[in-house]
């Protein structure tokens, strides 16, 4: 995946990692082991992936300029469990480095 070349690409994508949390949870609520594991590291994941949609749809998102996105630590620690972490990867890399113009 490639980041995107629209602001409404990309967008979608963080939309579309809001969406991979719900179901993420779902499917935690029938696997309780798991759920106590990872339900601490989601509710952040969670909190932080929805407030960069808010600030999109609400025009106040601002560019990372090189920066990570407030959620990578988690990423970085918990990735291999994440079954959605490439996306989050590519939503980071569009924070990070703009739209791909090429």
Request: hydrophobic share 35%.
């Amino acid at each position: 995946m490639k980041r995107p070349k629209t602001v409404d690409e990309y967008v979608d994508l963080v939309h579309q990692a809001v969406y991979e949390i719900d179901e993420f949870r779902t499917c935690l609520d029938y696997e309780p082991d798991n759920a106590e594991m990872f339900g601490p590291f989601l509710d952040q994941l969670d909190a932080l992936v929805r407030k960069i949609y808010s600030d999109m749809t609400e025009n106040a998102y601002d560019w990372g300029y090189g920066e990570d996105l407030s959620y990578m630590p988690l990423v970085v620690k918990y990735g291999r469990h994440i079954p959605f972490q490439y996306l989050l990867l590519v939503i980071n890399e569009t924070h990070k480095y703009g739209l791909d113009l090429d």
